[in-house]
């Protein structure tokens, strides 16, 4: 019964927060779409810092744990660091980031039809997501590879 209130507590709570956000506030979908975009670029810029601080080997770039406590370093991956930037698991980082990618995919490939990456920005979102070495990166790259 406690894990049903706190599952039904949870998804209410989300559920109103969005529904004030979008009717009461009287946001557009696509605004709030295109802010979800922008922070998901920032994030996956984030990422790409920090797996290059891990290159050079400056501590607190890649160590986010001096921030917050969650925000520590997730070894493993290719180079030795798995990204989770604000997030406190790699996977959260690329499931947040999965739809963000799904754009770029898009305006990479129908360059004429862009949406709102450009080249730089839109492989650097990829850059970004895949650098977190989840495994939920190859079930989005499976997913969108079917378009």
Not at 62 to 71: A, C, G, M, Q, V
Request: glycine share 10%; proline share 3%; hydrophobic share 50%.
């Amino acid at each position: 019964m406690g894990s049903f209130l706190k599952v039904f507590i949870g998804l209410s709570a989300s559920y109103l927060f969005f529904y004030y956000v979008v009717f009461q506030a009287g946001f557009k979908i696509h605004s709030l779409f295109k802010y979800y975009l922008v922070g998901s670029f920032l994030c996956a810029i984030v990422g790409i810092g920090q797996v290059l601080s891990f290159f050079f080997g400056f501590v607190p770039g890649y160590d986010l744990s001096w921030i917050l406590d969650t925000w520590g370093v997730v070894p493993g991956g290719l180079f030795g660091i798995r990204v989770s930037t604000f997030f406190g698991e790699p996977t959260y980082h690329a499931m947040f980031l999965s739809g963000a990618v799904f754009v770029a995919i898009h305006d990479l490939l129908y360059r004429k039809k862009a949406y709102f990456f450009n080249p730089i920005s839109g492989s650097l979102m990829i850059i970004g997501v895949y650098v977190s070495f989840s495994n939920t990166d190859w079930v989005v790259w499976c997913c969108q590879s079917l378009l």
